[in-house]
């Protein structure tokens, strides 16, 4: 059950019986191209109208342009938890008053939640000036202004909420499972898989918009400071119900220190002085947890893990439903997410292959909410970015390459460590290489099956093998600070049922090869006979006639998945446990 964000909460009033016309000089106002107007005039446009799935499209722009488009934006959207009843043209024409409004959906996590983008930053303001502080009654509100609503209404009506809820959660493994079953070749299985699982346009809107909602908060110490979402939610490799990692930047407080001198005067600001950068960072993270835990609605489980190797901010943002973790100056970080959204923007066959191992990994076991010896989702993204760059030709450069590519503007060394390379997508050549997902999935596999991980690493700075600088089971070098293993957690069982598995459905995809996907389609074939159980298709994939009916084999790849959930999120105590891997 949702915990209320008792006093914490500013309140929007709405006439619900309120029956009077906008005014026609208000609508030419919302007449504009891209905002509510056309939404309002028809009588069936459902909600949420914006454009999902555009990660479908290759982004051309710069990892920077689109991070700074999205911050803007965010800040001239407000978040508005609704009653269940609700007429959603009047609640648009009634915010309409305050300005044009550009996009809106709905959704629901604890309640229906509205997310209502306005043209200009100057209608948040005009909405803040007219809500006021809630009454509780015998409780205290603490009145900080936020720009997360609360809507009450002051005459309730019999109708019912006519809106159209936003997905924000992936399909079920019955439907996806469904829906691969229906594909026409293990290319369409792969796509179909990405578009399923991909973050949507306004899921991705939603995280931006609770990042500007934190940096709210933070603004009362670090005024300059900016909130950014970094890995699995902007490198385009997230998918629905993913993480939201992002890091209080001060990069720009940092840069006012910079000496500035005017004649004979030298004039700096006073500062409080700590033994070392950790310190530092562990006291502004301990203020910020409390400012969270305190004043910012939405919030709740707020943890201040200071002494991890990387201090951390863990909560929960309850009316968006993702969970946070908040560090700071994590620069480097932010600058893998670029690579990754780079290498992700350059061929459209890159995420597919992504997204499809990494669900072939999760449904096997291979990977885990709970951190412990398995590989994570960012080790088998980098062996599939470095396996392209092994192709002939190759489907994707090597970091060196782009860093030759790379000018004095892309010129990034953080701490030491040489973070350079190319930041226009124009600049890189296309690949030549048009092998099929279907080939590649499969050469994946062969390649992994048969990888003298005993001896070789994986390097994606140089895109070849190499020898490895120690003895851990599986070695993959971090592609800015060198010296670091980014698997050092793997172990060799774990990194043997990887290659088994590989082997298996390297064996599997050459069974498919010589048989044909099932022309009835009732069969689980392609991707979906990856899924099932470790040795079940070696008693039934040789002979199709002795195949068990497709009900019968998708019930038990169901199961099988379901109880690798289970494991995966309860301790022996039966307590669910939070994911902490990026």
């Known amino acids: 059950m949702a915990v209320p964000a008792v006093g914490l909460l500013t309140r929007l009033h ?74 959603e043209k009047k609640f648009l024409k009634y915010l309409s008053q305050h300005g044009p409004i550009n996009n809106h959906f709905f959704y629901e996590s604890f309640g229906l939640y509205a997310v209502v983008e306005f043209c200009q930053k100057e209608s948040v303001r005009s909405l803040q000036n007219e809500t006021h502080a809630p009454s509780k009654g015998m409780e205290a509100a603490i009145p900080f202004r936020s720009r997360f609503f ?110 500035k001198t005017s004649g004979n005067f030298l004039m700096e600001f006073q500062v409080k002085n700590v033994p070392s950068e950790r310190i530092a960072t562990q006291k502004i993270l301990s203020v910020i947890g409390e400012c969270l835990d305190n004043f910012s609605p939405g919030c709740v489980g707020v943890q201040k893990i200071l002494n991890a190797r990387c201090p951390l901010v863990r909560f929960s943002h309850q009316a968006s439903g993702f969970q946070c973790d908040l560090t700071t100056n994590n620069r480097i970080a ?62 994707l450069p090597t970091l060196d390459s782009l860093q030759t590519l790379a000018d ?22 296309p690949s030549e290489n048009t092998e099929t997902l279907e080939l590649l999935l499969k050469e994946f596999f062969e390649y992994f099956g048969n990888f003298a991980f005993n001896k070789n690493s994986i390097n994606i700075r140089q895109g070849r093998e190499q020898n490895k600088p120690d003895s851990s089971p599986l070695y993959i070098q971090n592609p800015f600070e060198t010296s670091l293993n980014i698997s050092k957690n793997v172990s060799q069982s774990q990194l043997q049922k990887f290659v088994d598995l590989a082997q298996e459905s390297t064996w599997i995809l050459q069974q498919e090869d ?12 392609g991707l979906v006979a990856l899924l099932l159980p470790s040795g079940a298709n070696r008693k039934s994939i040789g002979k199709k006639k002795s195949r068990k009916p497709a009900n019968e084999r998708i019930k038990v790849l169901l199961e099988s998945i379901k109880n690798n959930r289970t494991e995966n999120f309860t301790d022996t105590n039966g307590k669910r446990k939070i994911s902490t891997q990026t």
């Open 14 to 87: 709405l006439y619900a019986q309120r029956r009077t016309r906008v005014q026609r000089p208000v609508l030419r106002l919302l007449s504009c191209p891209g905002t509510v107007a056309e939404d309002l005039r028809r009588d069936e446009q459902p909600s949420g109208s914006v454009e999902t799935g555009f990660e479908d499209k290759i982004p051309k722009k710069r990892f920077s342009e689109m991070q700074n488009e999205r911050r803007e934006q965010a800040q001239r959207t407000v978040l508005i938890h609704c009653p269940e009843k609700i007429n």
């Open 150 to 259: 609360n809507l009450k209404l002051k005459n309730q009506t019999s109708e019912r909420s006519c809106v159209q809820m936003s997905n924000q959660l992936p399909p079920s493994s019955k439907k996806l499972l469904e829906v691969l079953c229906d594909a026409e070749s293990i290319d369409d299985q792969l796509n179909t898989l990405l578009k399923e699982f991909q973050l949507t346009e306004e899921n991705t809107k939603l995280r931006y918009l609770t990042c500007s909602l934190i940096e709210d908060i933070a603004a009362a110490y670090f005024p300059d400071g900016i909130v950014r979402p970094f890995g699995s939610s902007v490198n385009t490799f997230g998918k629905l119900g993913c993480d939201l990692d992002m890091f209080l930047d001060l990069n720009e407080t940092r840069n006012l220190s910079t000496h």
């Open 334 to 395: 932010l600058t893998s997410s670029e690579l990754l959204y780079i290498y992700g923007a350059l061929d459209s066959r890159v995420r597919a292959l992504v997204f499809t191992v990494r669900y072939w990994a999760r449904a096997h076991s291979l990977t885990s909410s709970i951190p412990g010896a398995w590989i994570t989702n960012f080790s088998l993204t980098m062996m599939v970015i470095f396996f392209l760059q092994t192709r002939s030709p190759p489907i």
């Open 408 to 429: 004095a503007e892309d010129k990034c060394i953080i701490e030491g460590n040489n973070c350079t390379f190319v930041r226009d997508l124009n600049r890189i050549k």
């Open 514 to 525: 010589l048989d044909g996907p099932s022309i009835s389609g009732s069969q689980p074939w």
